[in-house]
């Protein structure tokens, strides 16, 4: 144990202080790091969706409406770009949808963005989650790995006369798929980094303007070009 030897109460009391100083910056250093993480990730995401897809805070109204819902990204917004942040007091009482989030409880989520922009045929979504663990962020990872399943969606492809399929799933963090079959797009986007884990979805009508925003989107926000990938330019 390191003793300090001054020569007077107030000497102590000095370093005393200094030294709780000291241990609170570190442990908020410590603590943060993480948020920062999430914090540039979200900023990211946001700022593709304001850029590209016309996005806007959720109002009140909204919010409240899918807080209810779970959070579960689906039906129209009339062409209309939302978006919101939830932290871990906002989803005390959330119940997350099993096909959306797997089987995610509410404790694992430090905190969570969504956006959401669809019509009555078209939708693109995206979340970026920070869980507690890591070990949360890969079981979610995996499950939508699953869930894809990429080797039915390939047979889909063959079978059909006219239809186009690419996939990015050469790294073991990342999967990106885009699929034309028989005149609808369906793509997806999933990708773990630590505690973190992104995930974003098109599906639609290639001739619908979301599909080029979508498009937008993925390359604003770094994710994987998937025009790119679906003409096979994509880069290494």
């Known amino acids: 144990m390191l003793k300090l030897r001054t020569s007077g109460g107030k000497n102590l009391k000095k370093l005393a202080a200094l030294a709780l100083a000291v241990m609170m910056t570190v442990g908020a250093v410590g603590c943060s790091s993480s948020g920062k993480k999430f914090k540039k990730a979200e900023e990211k995401l946001i700022a593709a969706a304001e850029n590209c897809c016309d996005a806007a805070v959720m109002g009140k109204s909204l919010r409240k409406k899918y807080t209810k819902r779970n959070l579960k990204l689906s039906g129209s917004t009339d062409g209309e ?104 797009c369906k793509s997806g986007y999933f990708h773990v980094d630590g505690n973190l884990l992104t995930a974003v979805s098109f599906t639609g009508y290639p001739e619908n303007d979301l599909l080029e925003e979508y498009y937008d989107f993925m390359r604003e926000a770094e994710y994987t070009d998937m025009e790119a990938l679906l003409k096979g330019d994509l880069e290494d």
């Open 81 to 184: 770009g939302i978006y919101a942040t939830y932290n871990s007091d906002d989803l005390e009482n959330i119940e997350f949808d099993e096909r959306d989030y797997g089987e995610l409880d509410s404790e694992d989520v430090k905190n969570i963005t969504v956006f959401l922009k669809s019509d009555s045929s078209n939708m693109i979504t995206a979340r970026v989650l920070e869980l507690k663990n890591k070990d949360a962020a890969q079981e979610l990872f995996d499950y939508y790995k699953d869930m894809i399943d990429l080797d039915s969606q390939k047979h889909k492809w063959k079978r059909s006369s006219d239809g186009e399929f690419a996939t990015d799933e050469d790294k073991d963090d990342t999967l990106a798929f885009i699929a034309m079959v028989d005149g609808y």
